[in-house]
């Protein structure tokens, strides 16, 4: 009895010493070995007028962009689950860029990933083995009309022990789970001529407000967006987890359905927008991502849809604020 005791105590203790830079219950050790795992693989466009992601100075509040080196900062959470489910980290990866320049460009820019991690082996969850992840997401112009942001189970693409592989749109650095998708938002994102992205180890940027690595310069003003808060809120609500839940296992879930019509309005029935669908029809909250299929069945709809769309379009750029500025970021 007494000897139970003694080892649990000493694994209590080693578990508690472990070091935790940013204090959020999770051990830079675990933190960085799954950051490390999950990097998903990048495809970005060999002409990117900002060339690759960038690295930033660290130490410095403004973002100063040091290399275009394609670096990869990463940030690991701790979710709250309910009693009984089993535990979950949610993990971030950002991709961040000396400037936007597409339509409406501007200097910096900050995109990502996300992956939510399930702990497999409750007896061992300071073992990166323990977990996997269940799902993937990517954001694509999040809060704006044109947000094509979306996810998926991690299964449908392959990527339960390893990180996914993410499509990269020229200029605007939209992040897309299929190259098909890529077209799928109000028509500005063109993922061409891609190459896979080599990146060095990933920079796990800690939490908001206690920064690891230097990156005090995250929670600047400066970032679109602004980069703190993607920081600081969940991709994976359950709203939406329970929708891609509902879907066939070959679907990837529009993060935002509602803002389908409208993208597809703007868009002025261009083909480019097969995977939109107007009238609330059940159909626009989803797209197929099996074989060479992908938005086919979806293309039929919004063909139809077209000519209505392209009528309706002056009256969505007047209720927009006038045009592309509104449309685009």
Not at 90 to 102: F, I, M, Q, T
Not at 211 to 217: D, E
Not at 286 to 291: E, H, K
């Amino acid at each position: 009895m007494h000897l139970l005791l003694l080892l649990f105590l000493v694994a209590t203790t080693s578990f508690a010493q472990a070091p935790d830079s940013d204090r959020d219950g999770l051990s830079d050790a675990l933190e960085n070995a799954l950051l490390q795992q999950y990097a998903p693989r990048l495809e970005i466009s060999s002409d990117d007028c900002s060339v690759r992601p960038a690295s930033f100075t660290p130490g410095i509040a403004v973002p100063t962009a040091l290399a275009d080196d394609g670096t990869l900062y990463g940030q690991a959470m701790q979710r709250h689950v309910a009693a009984g489910a089993p535990r979950e980290i949610e993990l971030h990866y950002y991709h961040l860029w000396r400037r936007d320049c597409g339509r409406m460009g501007h200097p910096l820019d900050a995109e990502h990933v996300a992956t939510l991690l399930r702990l497999n082996d409750p007896a061992k969850p300071t073992e990166p083995d323990s977990w996997h992840a269940a799902y993937w997401y990517a954001a694509a112009h999040e809060d704006t009309v044109c947000d094509a942001s979306h996810l998926t189970r991690a299964s449908t693409i392959g990527a339960e022990t390893r990180g996914a592989r993410v499509w990269v749109s020229t200029g605007k650095h939209g992040s897309f789970l299929t190259e098909k998708m890529c077209t799928h938002g109000c028509g500005g994102d063109r993922c061409e001529r891609t190459v896979e992205l080599k990146s060095p180890p990933v920079v796990n940027l800690g939490e908001l407000h206690v920064p690891m690595n230097g990156a005090v310069w995250s929670t600047s003003p400066n970032w679109p967006g602004p980069l703190s808060d993607k920081m600081l809120r969940s991709d994976f609500l359950p709203e939406r987890t329970a929708r891609v839940d509902s879907l066939r296992k070959t679907d990837v879930a529009w993060a935002n359905p509602a803002k389908r019509p409208a993208q597809a309005a703007i868009l002025g029935g261009n083909s480019a927008i097969d995977g939109a669908v107007v009238g609330g029809d059940s159909t626009g909250k989803a797209i197929s991502v099996a074989g060479d299929q992908t938005g086919d069945a979806l293309g039929t709809a919004a063909h139809k849809t077209g000519h209505a769309l392209g009528k309706s379009w002056h009256a969505v750029r007047k209720a927009l604020g006038g045009g592309e500025a509104a449309a685009a970021k």
